[in-house]
Structures are given as C-alpha cells and as structure tokens.
C-alpha cells in the first residue's frame, strides 16, 4: 500500500491546488487543432485567461507559439476566470459569484458564440467535448452540465448526486476524455461542513451517450485527472499519495507511481509529451517549482524552484509545457508571465524570463 502524505503535503496542496484548465493534450499523435481562420492544423496559440493580483479584474490574452510575441488585453473577463479548448472551441469559465461560460470561435474574440448563465453557486471549473456536446464540471453543484457548444442549449446534465461527500456536492473539477470516448472526472469530495476536511477522493467514469456514471475509483485526499501521452485508454489520477495510473480498459488503479512523500512535493499539475511529463510542484517551505518525470521508470528530477504563484500547466501538441506563473507572497516583486518547458529534455525555453502579461495568467489552453 502506498504510504499516506505528511499532513504539510495535503494541507498546501489543499490551499494551491490549480484547476485543470487547459487542453493538456500531451499526445504527440493528437495535432488536430484550430488556427484563427478555423482551419484544421496544429497548434499555433496560446489563450490565456489572466487576473489582476488582487483576483478584482482579468484580461483574456494570447500568444503566437512561433515567436512568442503577445496580444494582451483582448476582451474583459471576471476575476476567476479559467479557458478551455476542445472539440474546436474555447471555452472560457467564469467561476464562484460569477457562474456562467462563454464559448468563442478559436481567433474571433469580437463577441462569443454564445454566453451560458449556469446556476448559483455552479462553480464552473472544467470542459471537454464528448459526442459533439459540451461537459462541464460544477465545483459548486451535485451534477455537471452538458451543452451544445454549436448554440449554448442546454442539452442534459449528469446526476452526481450518490458521490457526495455530505455537504451537497462532491466538488467535481477535473475532467479527461479517454481513447475509449468515455469521461473520467476528478472529484475532490471536500465536506464544507466540517472546515472543507477530505472524505476521500473519487473518480467517476461517465458514458457520454446516456449522460451516467458507469464506474468509480476511490483515492486519499481529493482525486484529479490528466491525460496520459504514451496510452489514451489510460488517465493520470493524483491523489494524496502521489501520480496513479487509471487503466480504463482494465478498470484498475495503481498504487502511486510517483511518491509525493519520498519526493518531498506535491505535485499540482501534470503535462505528458511521449515518454516525459512535466509537473508543477509544491515543497514543505511553501515554494513552487517545477520538475520532470520519465514516464518509464516514473523517476522524478527537481528542475527549478521559483518564487513565483503557479496557477497552472498546460501542453500544446509541441512537446511544451507552459505554466502560468504571478507573484507570491515570498516574492511580491516576482516576474508575472508564462514559463515555457521542452518536455522531452525537461529544458526551459524561456531563459530570458517568463513570457510576460499585464496581468498575470491564471489558465492556458492552445488552438
């Protein structure tokens, strides 16, 4: 059995946890995308979703992949806001107190397709497209939404009622489309009764089709999920512990392949490229960091420390990484921007300093 985290571990992680939020299609395969006339080809831009520091305002920016240069402060959003690419659309969230989702044509920021007012308290934190239709997990609620992404009409929900943890919802967040077509949703299962304590996480698999639970996988501490490059019919569960493999065929669950507690981290977000991953990561004085796995062996090397907020870590289908990185309370004059990684060589490409925005990013996604 894999050893329990030190509390320090599930505390911090608890306090930082970033939300998956962009397409973190490490599949080197996996290159249909959208460019700003729609066609498809691969990726070619970055969207960012970035926020004052005071969480008071945020900005949507993007950024040219080929030479990196930045248009900033395209359209107004809320200050918690997060964006989505997929199935050809971006998917841009505006979570608690604000409650609804926006969805663009990939380049066309004029106006969006549609704006989806979802219900109080709904808490929007993550999308993919299954079957032609829009899933969305609701942090805030017992049920995620489902929308045609084409109209915004709602078109069904998925009952997530019997995973609740005892306060009314079971804080589903993350979500990954395996090579089967079915959903895996991470849910972190926090009871706000008793100060926001863990019951214990759980993955869900969802049928797309009849919008149901058709399986489940219990894990210590709150569960979240990530695409898994080397093979789509498998999804990377993070628990308490540390990195799981789920094999959706099999229907098993690993033991933590990755150990948080003998690498003295936690890791909040995941980005696999072929047989690497990057991570971001947390450490017991509080300091984030980023480091790189071999995905063979699972073997963990410590890459930087920062002195930076990391928010959040997505990959483009050229083996990058990039990770939305703002100021911290250890350093309030840290550089905000984008810090971009080679995963196979677990390099950084922006040696220079970060890829800067007036704001500071808080969710990256790619078309």
């Known amino acids: 059995?894999?050893?329990?985290?030190?509390?320090?571990?599930?505390?911090?992680?608890?306090g930082a946890c970033a939300d998956k939020d962009g397409d973190d299609s490490g599949n080197p395969d996996d290159t249909a995308a959208t460019d700003d006339t729609g066609a498809e080809e691969g990726h070619s831009v970055a969207v960012l979703a970035t926020v004052a520091d005071d969480y008071s305002v945020g900005a949507l920016a993007t950024v040219a992949l080929d030479g990196r240069a930045v248009t900033d402060a395209i359209t107004d959003l809320t200050g918690d806001a997060?964006?989505?690419?997929?199935?050809g659309h971006v998917f841009q969230t505006n979570g608690f107190g604000y409650d609804n989702v926006r969805i663009y044509a990939p380049g066309d920021w004029a106006a969006p397709v549609a704006e989806v007012a979802l219900d109080d308290l709904a808490n929007p934190h993550d999308v993919e497209?299954?079957?032609?239709?829009?899933?969305?997990?609701?942090?805030?609620?017992?049920?995620?939404?489902?929308?045609?992404?084409?109209?915004?009409?709602?078109?069904g929900?998925?009952?997530l009622s019997a995973h609740d943890d005892g306060d009314g919802t079971p804080e589903s967040a993350s979500i990954v489309q395996a090579d089967n077509g079915r959903l895996y949703v991470g849910l972190q299962r926090l009871d706000r009764n008793t100060d926001w304590s863990s019951v214990g996480g759980r993955v869900v698999?969802?049928?797309?089709?009849?919008?149901?639970?058709t399986n489940?996988?219990?894990?210590?501490?709150?569960?979240?999920?990530?695409p898994y490059a080397p093979d789509g019919s498998q999804v990377v569960?993070?628990?308490?512990?540390?990195?799981?493999?789920?094999?959706?065929?099999?229907?098993?669950?690993?033991?933590?392949?990755?150990?948080?507690?003998?690498e003295g981290v936690a890791v909040l977000g995941f980005v696999s490229w072929g047989q690497d991953a990057v991570v971001m990561t947390l450490d017991a004085s509080g300091h984030y960091g980023v480091g790189c796995v071999d995905l063979g062996t699972w073997?963990?090397?410590?890459?930087?420390?920062?002195d930076n907020y990391l928010s959040d870590i997505a990959g483009d289908d050229r083996g990058e990484a990039w990770i939305a990185a703002r100021t911290h309370w250890s350093n309030p004059a840290a550089d905000n921007g984008a810090i971009v990684y080679d995963i196979a060589t677990c390099a950084a490409l922006t040696t220079s300093g970060p890829v800067e925005t007036l704001l500071a990013p808080y969710a990256i996604a790619f078309y």
């Open 157 to 159: 929900t998925v009952d």
């Open 237 to 262: 569960v993070h628990s308490d512990a540390g990195l799981h493999l789920l094999d959706t065929a099999a229907g098993t669950l690993s033991e933590a392949l990755l150990d948080e507690v003998s």
């Open 299 to 306: 073997a963990y090397t410590h890459a930087e420390t920062v």
């Open 205 to 213: 698999e969802v049928d797309c089709a009849s919008k149901t639970v």
């Open 129 to 155: 497209v299954c079957g032609g239709e829009a899933f969305i997990t609701q942090y805030g609620l017992d049920r995620m939404v489902v929308l045609d992404p084409e109209s915004g009409a709602l078109v």
């Open 216 to 226: 489940s996988w219990d894990v210590d501490g709150q569960a979240t999920v990530y």
């Open 1 to 14: 059995m894999p050893l329990k985290p030190l509390p320090w571990i599930a505390l911090l992680a608890l």
């Open 82 to 87: 997060g964006v989505v690419v997929s199935g």
